[in-house]
């Protein structure tokens, strides 16, 4: 496992656009169609990474619990699954289904998602405001596989909670962690 940091795309990005098929559903979706009412996070992660194995729980209660407040969630893969097939489009739904990801996990072929967003590694957190303007980009908390602290997305939630209370988010961030991408 290589540790890799996130690469702190510049705040006030404007949210790349996509038109990518989710593994959940067979759907085709764009940003546009998955962005939320009062804000939008975007999270690379993949089916292998014990990185995300370490933090999937806390994610997927993240995406319950502010779902219902307006905030968008999707998720993308985007690995090379010829050198890691076990990121498989095929295996996402599995990886979804088991892990009860109720939001899009969207599979990146051609990895033009992740270069747009600049993403590195797994997990790679991206949020986003109601005008589509990047506000965070850090880890979801101090929390690492073996570190001993234990989950808490303590720094996600507190700037998924700006968003949704019209704070100021801290400029000053923290890189998230995590398996670098596994580039073609």
């Known amino acids: 496992m290589s540790r890799t940091n996130s690469t702190m795309l510049p705040l006030e990005t404007k949210a790349p656009e996509f038109y990518l098929k ?3 559903s067979n759907t ?7 962005k939320g009412e009062k804000g939008t996070l975007v999270v690379f992660i993949c089916n292998h990474c014990p990185f995300v194995h370490h933090v999937i729980e806390e994610v997927v209660r993240i995406a319950n619990d502010y779902r219902v407040q307006g905030i968008g969630i999707i998720a993308f ?4 699954v010829i050198k890691y097939p076990q990121d ?8 979804a289904f088991e892990n ?24 790679d957190f991206f949020l986003f405001d109601n005008q589509d303007r990047l506000v965070y980009r850090g880890q979801l908390d101090d929390s ?9 997305g303590n ?15 801290n400029p000053i961030q923290k890189p998230s962690l995590g398996c670098n991408i596994k580039w073609k």
Do not use: H
């Open 77 to 80: 893969s985007s690995n090379d």
């Open 28 to 34: 085709w979706f764009s940003f546009s169609d998955l």
């Open 22 to 24: 989710d593994t959940n």
């Open 100 to 123: 009860k990801m109720d939001f899009p996990y969207l599979y990146d072929e051609t990895q033009a998602i992740a270069k747009a967003y600049d993403a590195a590694c797994t997990p």
């Open 88 to 95: 498989s489009p095929e295996l996402m739904t599995e990886f």
């Open 144 to 152: 690492r596989p073996g570190n001993g602290i234990p989950v808490s």
């Open 155 to 169: 720094d996600l939630r507190a700037a998924i909670d700006s968003v949704i209370y019209n704070r100021i988010i």
